[in-house]
């Protein structure tokens, strides 16, 4: 197959070990780690991704999305005549644990808990994943999902009550997820230095290429991946296991 993957350059080494490995010609392009921002600003760069992906004279059987939810950035996303493929991924973290169920295993009990990688590291010189541009952990999809049903004023109150400080000082661990295939001595190092200098435990996990590796050698199960047909668009679910989901795309949502 020919295939497009857009993908946040966290991912940028492990997608290049995995592309090397790939039986399909892959054509990457990364996007930076600052585009997280604003998941609306997100949002709008990778639409138009696709769209100049579909207008290229190259002619793909997929394009491939190497994100999560990402603070509804994927939401609504959608091609007119190529299929889309993304994991059933909150963030980036599902992707480096290498599955949903690490996902939930190491970070139910609190899926905002700080994590970083090599690529936090190398790409900006963020410590953990960011909100707003800053080296701080961003709220996550869960808190998305409140803004969304209740508004920004509303869903912080309700967050807050939900998380009291007794859960909060659980943010005083960061998890460095470190995949063997990619990992850097001393990038794990300057992730503690940066850790014990904010006061703040360690964790160190193992890291996973294997949703990766799925995605871009085409095996695309239901159970871990969407694919999203032309005249579908990409829908939050907001749960442990479905994440995402394809909606027929309305008329006003393909002008």
């Not at 940028?12 to 392009?29: G, K, N, T, W």
Request: proline share 5%.
């Amino acid at each position: 197959m020919l295939l497009k993957l857009i993908a946040c350059n966290v991912f940028l080494r492990e997608a290049c070990f995995s592309i090397a490995q790939s039986p399909h010609v892959i054509d990457p392009d990364f996007l930076e780690l600052g585009e997280h921002a604003q998941s609306d600003r997100l949002r709008r760069t990778l639409q138009a991704r696709i769209d100049a992906t579909e207008q290229s004279a190259r002619k793909y059987d997929a394009i491939l999305l190497l994100y999560g939810l990402c603070g509804n950035a994927v939401v609504g996303l959608h091609a007119s005549r190529t299929r889309l493929v993304v994991p059933r991924a909150h963030d980036c973290c599902t992707i480096l644990l290498g599955s949903g169920q690490r996902f939930e295993e190491h970070f139910g009990d609190n899926p905002s808990r700080p994590f970083g990688s090599i690529g936090y590291l190398e790409r900006g010189d963020y410590f953990l994943r960011t909100d707003l541009g800053e080296d701080r952990v961003q709220y996550g999809d869960p808190y998305a999902a409140l803004v969304e049903q209740y508004g920004e004023e509303n869903a912080r109150y309700v967050w807050e009550a939900m998380h009291p400080p007794a859960l909060e000082a659980m943010n005083d661990t960061v998890t460095f997820i470190n995949i063997p295939e990619t990992a850097q001595p001393s990038a794990e190092q300057r992730f503690r230095d940066r850790a014990a200098a904010e006061g703040k435990e360690c964790l160190v996990l193992e890291g996973s290429l294997r949703l990766i590796r799925k995605l871009l050698h085409g095996d695309w199960d239901a159970e871990e991946f969407l694919v999203i047909e032309p005249g579908q668009k990409i829908a939050g679910v907001y749960d442990w296991r479905q994440v995402v989901r394809a909606e027929p795309i309305a008329r006003d949502d393909a002008c």
